[in-house]
């Protein structure tokens, strides 16, 4: 368990600061160490879950500058959710504590740019692009407007079935928050 609690405002005010010392190259690279690693012998404490997509460009250590232990990372192409990514989101609230889930899409999403463009696609592609679906309706005008709508989209869904999720949310001790990627700015805008 965390030695001291952190609020999910705590932990979201964590990963401004390091979103803004990525733009800035200001890094500090936190917890990444000998020492940190031996610190993590005995368990993890995460103080933010970031379900994001797989793409190599869109790292959240590097994106929030923290390091081994801060975050508990689940990628998947186009960030969309599932049975095992609805697990693993559940084992870190309601095992580990943590108290900030984090849906992050980009933009330049392939998943997304795939699944609005229809098509064939080969392989298990057509699972991701079908999960996508319900995200990509009445998207409106806004920039990035799919890869914005996939993340809201998951974080809404996580908000209605994750075992829990409302009765910590009601007590304040769990908040998902969509958000979104510029891969030119650097920039992670908050979508609430």
Known sequence: MRETAMTWQGALEKLKAGNRRYIESRFKHPNKSVERREELLDGQNPFAVVLGCS????????????????????RVAGNVLDDIVLGS???AALHLDTPLVIVLGHSQCGAVAAACAGGELEGHLPFIAEALQPALVDLGDEPHAAERSNARYVAAQLESSGKRFAELATVGNLKILPAFFDLETGLVELLD
Request: no cysteine; hydrophobic share 40%; proline share 9%.
């Open 55 to 74: 793409d190599s460009r869109v790292p959240p250590e590097i994106l929030f500058d923290r390091g081994q232990g801060d975050l508990f990372v689940i």
């Open 89 to 91: 989101v559940e084992y």
